[in-house]
């Protein structure tokens, strides 16, 4: 670690944990990345991995974004073609392009929406999609008949999180040149959907720690109540 990245460490006390306000300034103020570094909360859960009824999946949208748009695939027949498009999606694909995935593999896209009906054509694609986490689900809500609520919403900042193996969950909540106001706007988003997203039958604490911090950047210690 260099002299610049020690000095920036040292504005944090490793042992003290931070309210929430106070947390965001020392972690844009931490940066010593020359890019614009995003914000990331790491939280850690109560919860047991091995029971599958404790695992912690949900979707939340982020009021600001996280400053990096990704690309939506919207697969859908021809008649919704112009829908899709109008909504904001990046690529509008049909059951030819389906096969063509199936057949070279190939994807130029971060997140895919559907239609119910599109679903069982979807499925001859679900070797290439699945494993990289690409296979619309009506979990991650990106399943349904509203085609323009789904792509809008994920263009304006609508992320899938879940907990890791370690009980861990990781998202990025914006960017250093977010300012406090909408990073605490993010993060209060985010932390009220961790909360909704608890399984039932939890025993103890569920949020049990918390984490800020930016890329590359010290870990500040926030405060679960604040």
């Known amino acids: ?10 504005k944090v006390e490793k042992n003290k944990v931070y309210p929430l306000d106070e947390a965001i300034k020392l972690a844009r103020e931490t940066s010593g990345v020359k890019f614009d570094a995003g914000i990331e ?18 979707t939340v949208v982020l009021p600001h974004g996280t400053g990096k748009t990704k690309t939506v695939a919207a697969f859908v027949s021809p008649e919704r073609e112009k829908e899709a498009k109008e909504a904001g999606a990046d690529f509008v694909y049909g059951e030819e392009d389906i096969k063509k995935i199936k057949d070279t593999g190939k ?14 054509k979807l499925a001859m694609a679900a070797k290439v999609l699945g494993p990289k986490g690409l296979m619309p689900n009506p979990k991650t809500e ?47 988003a985010f932390l009220d959907a961790l909360n909704k997203a608890k399984p039932d039958g939890i025993k103890g604490s569920y949020l049990q720690s918390l984490t800020l911090c930016s890329s590359m950047g010290p870990a500040i210690k926030v405060a679960t109540n604040s």
């Open 142 to 188: 990106t399943v349904g008949p509203n085609l323009k609520k789904m792509i809008e919403e994920l263009k304006k900042g609508k992320v899938t999180f879940k907990n890791d193996d370690g009980a861990n969950v990781h998202q990025l909540v914006g960017r250093v040149s977010f300012t406090e106001a909408q990073l605490k706007e993010n993060l209060t």
């Open 107 to 120: 994807i130029n896209f971060e997140i895919a929406v559907t239609t119910p009906d599109m679903m069982a």
């Open 41 to 58: 909360v790491h939280a850690h859960l109560g919860i047991d991995v091995k029971k599958g009824e404790q695992q912690v999946r949900a």
């Open 1 to 10: 670690m260099g002299k610049r990245m020690k000095g920036l460490a040292s």
